[in-house]
C-alpha cells in the first residue's frame, strides 16, 4: 500500500511546518511559558488563520478550503512536532470538525466562518469525574436551540480560552451533542493548574443554555472517532518531536570520543522509539482516511489510539533515557514532548481503554 502524502496534503503539511516552526521556536515559547497567563500565543493564531490553515478541513460554503481529515491531520502533526502554543486541536480537532459533520445548518454557519477567521476558540468538554465520557451523567432538557444543560465537566482543553465548549450530555433521546458559550448564564469556568501551563478548565454547568448539534448514540460515537484520531494525529507530531531531539543529541553527545549513537544499546533503544512513532503514525492515517471517506472506522481508530498512548509513551521515555538529566531539564526543549504525550495519552482514553473499547467492537461485529 502506498502510504505517501499527495501533493496537496504535503503542502499543507508544509506550510504547517513553516508557520508553527518559525514561531515556536525554544526562546519563544519559554517567553510565553514564563509570562504571566495561559500558554497561549494570539500572534501565531492569526498567522495560522491568515494562511487559511484554520479552515483548511472546513467547509467551504463557510470559508474553509474543503479539504479532508488528512490535511487536518498534517496541521495537527506539525503543531504537535512544534509544541505550538496554539489551540489547535481543541478548535480543529474537537469541535470545528464535530460541527462541521454534524450540525444544523445554522449553527454551523454560525461558528466555522469565526473559527476561519481566527475569531473564535473551540473546545470540547468530554470527561467527567468517572465514567465513560460518551455516557455522561451532564443533563439535557430541551431541544433544538432551547436546551438546559446541568452537570459538571474536568479537563477541559483549552477551557479558558474558548468562546464555545461541545458538551456531551444525556437527554431524552439518549446521548447527545450541545454548543455552549462560556459565557453564557450558568456556566462557570475555573481555572486548573496544569504541569504545561495549558489553559484547562473546570466547566459547571447550571441550567445553562444550549443549542443542539446531534442527539444519539450514533452521533457520539461518530464525534468521539473524529476527536480521538484527531489527537493521534497531533500525538504522532508529539512523538515526532521528540524523536528528532533524540536523535541530534545522540549524535552530538561524545563519551569515550565517540557519540554515544554509535553504541550498541542506544542505538536499540532509539531504534524502537522510531518504530513505536512509524506504528502510530500508519494506524493514524488509517483511520483519518477512513472517516475522511465515510467508512466505518470505529475499530481503525481504536487501534490508533492505542498505538499513540501506549507507543507515544515509549518514545517520549526513551528519549528522556537516553538524554540523561538534559531530558528532566525545563530549559531543554523535551520536557514540552514528554508533559504533552502523557497530557494527551490520558485524554479521551489511555491504551488500556482503548483496547477495552476495541474488543467491545469485535465483540458486537462477531
Keep these: 500500500m502506498d502510504f505517501k502524502l499527495t501533493d496537496e496534503q504535503q503542502a499543507v503539511a508544509d506550510l504547517a511546518a513553516q508557520i508553527l516552526g518559525d514561531a515556536s521556536t525554544h526562546e519563544a515559547l519559554r517567553a510565553i511559558e514564563r509570562a504571566d497567563g495561559p500558554r497561549h500565543d494570539p500572534a501565531l493564531w492569526s498567522a495560522l488563520a491568515a494562511a487559511g490553515l ?16 488528512v490535511e487536518l491531520g498534517c496541521l495537527l502533526t506539525a503543531a504537535g512536532k512544534t509544541a505550538a502554543a496554539v489551540p489547535l486541536l481543541e478548535t480543529l480537532g474537537f469541535s470545528a470538525s464535530v460541527i462541521a459533520d454534524l450540525a444544523p445548518e445554522a449553527l454551523a454557519g454560525e461558528w466555522l466562518p469565526k473559527v476561519v477567521a481566527g475569531e473564535a476558540v473551540l473546545t ?6 468517572l465514567g465513560d465520557p460518551s455516557d455522561p451523567s451532564t443533563t439535557a432538557v430541551g431541544s433544538g436551540d432551547d436546551v438546559r444543560l446541568t452537570g459538571t465537566k474536568v479537563c477541559v482543553p483549552a477551557g479558558l480560552l474558548a468562546d464555545a ?5 444525556a437527554g431524552e433521546g439518549g446521548p447527545g451533542l450541545y454548543l455552549v458559550e462560556t459565557s453564557a448564564a450558568g456556566v462557570t469556568r475555573t481555572e486548573l493548574d496544569t504541569t504545561a501551563k495549558t489553559p484547562d478548565a473546570l466547566l459547571e454547568l447550571a441550567d445553562a443554555p444550549a443549542r443542539t448539534i446531534a442527539v444519539g448514540a450514533d452521533a457520539v460515537a461518530r464525534a468521539l472517532d473524529l476527536s ?8 504522532l507530531g508529539t512523538c515526532e518531536g521528540a524523536l528528532a531531539l533524540t536523535a541530534q543529541y545522540t549524535i552530538d553527545r561524545k563519551q569515550f570520543g565517540q557519540p554515544i549513537a554509535s553504541f550498541q544499546a ?44 501506549f507507543g507515544g509513551q515509549r518514545v517520549v521515555h526513551a528519549g528522556v533515557h537516553l538524554h540523561g538529566g538534559v531530558g528532566v531539564d525545563r530549559d531543554y526543549p523535551l520536557h514540552r514532548f514528554f508533559v504533552a504525550a502523557k497530557q494527551a495519552e490520558l485524554q479521551l482514553g489511555g491504551a488500556t481503554p482503548s483496547l477495552l473499547r476495541l474488543g467491545r467492537l469485535i465483540a458486537e461485529s462477531a
Design 54 to 69: 484554520l479552515g483548511i478541513a472546513l467547509p467551504e460554503a463557510h470559508g474553509g478550503a474543503g479539504l479532508g481529515l
Design 124 to 129: 470540547a468538554a468530554w470527561h467527567e469525574e
Design 165 to 169: 465548549a461541545v458538551v456531551v450530555a
Design 228 to 235: 480521538v484520531a484527531a489527537q493521534c494525529a497531533f500525538l
Design 266 to 309: 542506544v542505538g536499540h533503544r532509539a531504534a524502537d522509539a522510531y518504530i513505536d512513532t512509524e506504528a502510530i503514525r500508519l494506524t493514524t492515517w488509517q483511520a483519518l482516511w477512513r472517516l475522511s471517506a465515510g467508512m466505518p472506522a470505529s475499530e481503525e481508530v481504536a487501534i490508533a489510539k492505542f498505538w499513540a498512548s
